[in-house]
């Protein structure tokens, strides 16, 4: 059976796919709550260690990662440097470090957003963030070309969400509906991709 690691398995979205992928694979849930597999993506040594321990996989999936939401006169330096450390670096380290965990052709998926194509008022830190992930997954796909898959998933609204914020639920996707989006990449031989999940 093939062997998935989801980063961020205890959040919405990543238990949807961790629930949708443990038909055909055995699945492996790390997040920073975890109690078997705790993982901080923004800390190098903590994603090290998390790859040593769990070992070969063919697919790593991660729906880890943050940024503030922030107005643009309003946010810190700090803001900044933790959404840069985290949903960037964290995402970029999780392929660095993942690849030499993957067997050959495998996959890895990350995660960015839609505001990253379409900005809104206190998004900055997010769009820039998601929108450096996107060019990222590009040319690390590029680099890893014959040895690993990377795309990413670029998920708008998720209706639990905007349950949960007691707003509109229309524009929304289920979160078992957005985790195919990850299957679909997972199981196909593209690279380089990033698959937008959103209502049309």
């Known amino acids: 059976m093939k062997r998935a690691l989801i980063i961020g398995s205890s959040g919405l979205l990543g238990s949807a796919i961790a629930q949708l992928l443990k038909t055909n694979y ?52 700090a803001d900044w440097d933790f959404g840069l450390a985290n949903k960037l670096m964290g995402q970029v380290n999780t392929v660095r470090l993942g690849a030499e ?19 809104m008022p206190g998004s900055s830190i997010v769009t820039t963030v998601n929108a450096a992930v996107e060019g990222f997954v590009k040319s690390a796909a590029l680099e890893l070309k014959d040895k690993v898959r990377v795309n990413a998933v670029s998920p708008g609204w ?34 380089g991709q990033v698959q937008i999940a959103m209502k049309s």
Do not use: W
Request: charged share 20%.
């Open 158 to 191: 998720i209706t639990e969400t905007l349950e949960k914020m007691k707003m509109d639920t229309s524009p929304g996707l289920p979160a078992a509906e957005v985790a195919q989006a990850y299957l679909e990449l997972m199981e196909s031989d593209i690279t």
């Open 26 to 77: 055995e699945v492996i849930e790390a997040s920073r709550s975890s109690q078997s597999h705790p993982v901080d993506i923004a800390d190098v040594a903590s994603l090290q260690s998390l790859m040593q321990r769990v070992g070969k996989v063919d697919a790593i999936v991660c729906t880890a990662g943050v940024a503030q939401f922030r107005g643009f006169s309003d946010a810190t330096n």
């Open 101 to 119: 965990h993957i067997h050959p052709m495998g996959s890895i998926t990350l995660t960015t957003g839609v505001l990253s194509m379409y900005p």
